[in-house]
């Protein structure tokens, strides 16, 4: 069964300290991807990456950088918290460029900076 | 500038009627659609999806229809059942742009299904 695994369900950290969320898949894909979903936005792409140390910026990019070191881990780094990016982080992947729009999703990392 | 749009932030149907929920969109370029389903503390996950070359997809109780001219598709849900709770995202792509497949997500409409 195809699996992506964000390590942490809820997370609570304070204003300027720096964050990781971590993703794993297990199903080989090569294209992985983070989304964040706020009430009445929807879900808006961060960062995405089609190949080891391989990384494009998503549509909103600012205040995040990613890594992903392994073909199967894709972390998001925010450097310095703010209170604006209290939200709920979805990371997903797909098995290649050609069917990148049916994306597996992970359950999701809900994010509170204070 | 929205270019997915979902008008409708929550649907609220009988069990065993009909669910429509709607997507409108305004980038022609797109020729690739998809609706994904989220739970409560779940990821979504996808459901159906339609090429521009088709006006209609059909899979078990989902369908999807495609208004290319109207920049529309809708999907069905026939006959309703309560699991079916849950909210509803339609997404786009651009296949033949150069936009490396992205998605651009609606923002999502929540369906419940009364039994």
């Known amino acids: 069964d195809v699996k992506v695994t964000q390590s942490s369900r809820y997370l609570v950290k304070r204003t300027g300290e720096k964050v990781f969320l971590e993703c794993v898949q297990d199903?080989?894909?090569?294209?992985m991807f983070w989304y964040r979903q706020d009430p009445g936005l929807g879900l808006r792409l961060i960062y995405f990456?089609?190949?080891?140390?391989?990384?494009e910026k998503g549509d909103i990019p600012e205040g995040y950088s990613v890594s992903r070191e392994k073909k199967e881990r894709f972390s998001l780094i925010l450097e310095s918290a703010s209170t604006n990016q209290t939200s709920m982080y979805l990371c997903?992947?797909?098995?290649?460029?050609?069917?990148?729009?049916?994306?597996?999703f992970g359950s999701g990392t809900q994010l509170s900076v204070l | 500038d929205q270019q997915v749009k979902q008008n409708s932030p929550s649907l609220s149907v009988q069990e065993g009627r009909i669910s429509i929920l709607n997507c409108d969109y305004t980038?022609?370029?797109?020729?690739?659609f998809l609706w994904y389903k989220k739970y409560p503390a779940e990821g979504p996950t996808f459901l159906i999806s339609?090429?521009?070359?088709?006006d209609k997809n059909e899979d078990g109780r989902f369908t999807v229809f495609l208004n290319k001219s109207a920049k529309h598709l809708s999907l069905h849900i026939v006959p309703s059942q309560p699991g079916d709770s849950a909210v509803y995202f339609c997404?786009?792509?651009?296949?033949?742009?150069?936009?490396?497949?992205?998605?651009?997500f609606g923002k999502g409409t929540l369906l419940t299904v009364n039994p």
């Open positions: 997404a786009a792509s651009d296949r033949g742009g150069g936009s490396n497949y992205k998605l651009t």
């Open positions: 980038n022609s370029m797109f020729d690739y």
């Open positions: 339609i090429s521009s070359i088709k």
């Open positions: 199903m080989d894909h090569e294209n």
């Open positions: 990456s089609y190949d080891v140390k391989m990384k």
């Open positions: 997903a992947s797909s098995i290649t460029r050609a069917t990148n729009e049916k994306l597996f």
